[in-house]
């Protein structure tokens, strides 16, 4: 069974930077697709309401970022750690969310978080004004 654990979240100001990890074990890093989710709180949302961030192949190759994280997010899987990273520069407000890792048995990522079979516990980012 594939577990993921991610950490680095926390409270910034805008225009900040952090970097989430997320370690994955249970399965062989380089068989996964590799995606990163996040959720702002609110009532009646599940794992399906989960916002896509950026998603890369098994091969770590980027596929997508959602259009308002280009340019300022990166999404850079280290296969010598087992560890997928979400590089924030540049943070917004907006970007308040709880960031999850996610993982699946393909060669693609994918925008929709049904397509994932494992799902890290989340970290939480706030980024003040």
């Known amino acids: 069974q594939v577990r993921l654990v991610e950490s680095g979240g926390g409270l910034v100001q805008a225009g900040d930077s952090l970097r989430l990890s997320c370690v994955v074990s249970?399965?062989?890093?380089?068989?996964?697709?590799m995606g990163w989710f996040r959720q702002a709180p609110g009532p009646g949302k599940g794992r399906l309401g989960r916002e896509i961030v950026a998603h890369s192949t098994r091969r770590g190759d980027t596929e997508y970022y959602i259009d308002s994280v280009k340019c300022r997010f990166t999404i850079v899987r280290d296969y010598a750690k087992n560890t997928v990273y979400l590089q924030m520069n540049s943070l917004k407000p907006e970007d308040t969310a709880v960031y999850y890792c996610?993982?699946?048995?393909?060669?693609?990522?994918?925008?929709?978080?049904?397509?994932?079979?494992?799902w890290g516990q989340g970290t939480q980012v706030t980024v003040s004004s």
């Open positions: 249970g399965d062989t890093f380089s068989n996964l697709a």
């Open positions: 996610a993982a699946r048995s393909e060669y693609h990522g994918s925008t929709w978080p049904g397509d994932y079979s494992s």
